[in-house]
């Protein structure tokens, strides 16, 4: 993988629209549920990123038949072998999530532990208990989990409630294994996330008997097979939130089309606290400025509160929004690395523990900056729109596992935006 950076120079307003491509956190469990059937499964809007393309390789490794063109991709999982290797999983945390449909349908499953996670720790200890409680037994060997279940699952009553909310990766992989155990399964304190939703409805239509999907208690009844079918993945709220905090940055007016309004209340809500009109028409959201922007404070929480993969995007929109603006973050505490880089380009940011407060600047300057994750990755490239000069965001393989060729979708709004080699 050749190591590039993103120049970003202070490009003035942005005006247009851009195309949100499909999520990256529902095409991931819903390409992993294509394992539960031998029958030919197309997912459409798949999103060309690093992740989706780790786990194109994982499944055909698995033994899957697996064909890709232009956000299309056609999975045939005929024969399969339980065994997920480190040398991929090890790229990918959300790779765990093939544990659940390997169990259910093979009823075994290695796969190497992901390892670490830049953004805090966050342990698949609940996906595991979920497992238990179906009947499976768990084993470490060797840095791999070892699941088997040699008798099948059986369904069961079960809570995947944590310590900072639901698990919305826990919740799939959970509900994907009980599709095919023998019983119902209760899932208390599952994750309501639309991508829930969405692994939810590929699953229904592949037969399954899943109900309560959006809500925190989902009902499983177990089925003995499932069948192949085709499906299109929902629109990626995450950047559909990241492009309209861009329009605000930005300054003018932007369109952003094939979006979900209604998985964005939460964000459209603050961003018009903060300032801004945004208009909703079918599929698409405009973003346009409504006098003088000012501060406000967000608090992140589990869906449908405010999300925190948009917490990073806000503190680079509030580094130049006039007042004091106060950001929380209730799911992963240590996620603030991008505050020691938004300073370094003269952002007024005071970390109070789990919270930061930050004063509105009346620009920032462009500087060599370091990604250190998804998120952030994305701040530091939104900030350098507003900033004097010029922003070198380095390790930029951080933000092209999550958005789409966001250097081309901003040239298209009229950002001064390059990627380059390192």
């Known amino acids: 993988m050749a190591l590039e950076k993103l120049i970003v120079r202070d490009s003035g307003p942005l005006n247009g629209s851009v195309s949100i491509s499909g999520s990256k956190n529902a095409s991931l469990p819903i390409l992993a549920a294509t394992l539960l059937t031998e029958g030919e499964c197309v997912i459409n809007r798949v999103p060309d990123l690093s992740d989706t393309n780790y786990m194109f390789q994982i499944l055909g490794m698995l033994g899957a038949e697996v064909e890709r063109s232009s956000g299309r991709m ?4 005929k024969n399969l072998t339980p065994t997920a290797p480190y040398e991929l999983v090890r790229k990918m945390r959300a790779s765990v ?7 259910s349908r093979l009823h075994e499953a290695k796969v190497a532990l992901p390892g670490g996670c830049i953004i805090g720790d966050r342990p698949i200890d ?3 208990r979920g497992f238990e409680a179906l009947g499976a037994e768990v084993e470490f060997d060797g840095g791999n989990i070892l699941l088997s279940a040699p008798k099948g699952l059986t369904g069961a009553r079960l809570n995947l409630s944590g310590k900072f909310g639901s698990t919305v990766l826990g919740t799939d992989n959970v509900m994907m294994a009980a599709v095919l155990a023998d019983g119902t399964t209760v899932i208390e304190g599952a994750a309501v996330e639309p991508e829930v939703v969405d692994l939810a409805d590929f699953l229904n239509g592949m037969g399954a008997k899943v109900s309560g999907a959006g809500t925190t208690t989902i009902t499983i009844e177990g089925v003995d097979s499932l069948k192949g079918r085709e499906h299109t993945v929902i629109p990626d709220r995450i950047e559909a939130g990241t492009f309209l905090v861009a329009g605000a940055i930005g ?3 932007v369109t952003i089309k094939n979006a979900d309004a209604s998985h964005l209340i939460s964000l459209i809500e603050k961003l018009r ?3 801004y009109d945004l208009t909703t028409q079918g599929k698409n959201i405009t973003i346009r400025p409504n006098g003088e922007p000012k501060g406000c404070n967000i608090s992140t929480e589990p869906y449908p509160g405010f999300p925190t993969d948009m917490q990073a995007q806000m503190c ?3 580094a130049t929004t006039p007042g004091t603006s106060v950001v929380t973050e209730n799911i992963f505490p240590q996620r603030f690395m991008h505050v020691a880089e938004l300073t370094r380009m003269g952002a007024d940011v005071h970390l109070e523990g789990a919270t930061a407060i930050i004063k509105g600047v009346d620009h920032l300057s462009g500087a060599p900056v370091m990604a250190s994750d998804l998120r952030a990755s994305a701040a530091l ?3 350098g729109l507003k900033a004097k000069g010029e922003t070198e965001v380095n390790r930029l393989y951080h933000i092209d596992r999550g958005y789409e060729h966001i250097d081309r979708k901003l040239r298209k709004l009229g950002a001064d935006v390059v990627r380059a080699p390192m």
């Open 74 to 77: 056609v999975i045939e999982a």
């Open 381 to 383: 490239v939104l900030a």
């Open 251 to 253: 300054g003018g007016e």
């Open 97 to 103: 999530c093939v544990l659940g449909p390997l169990l």
């Open 126 to 128: 609940l996906h595991l």
């Open 316 to 318: 680079a929109l509030f």
């Open 273 to 275: 606290e903060t300032g």
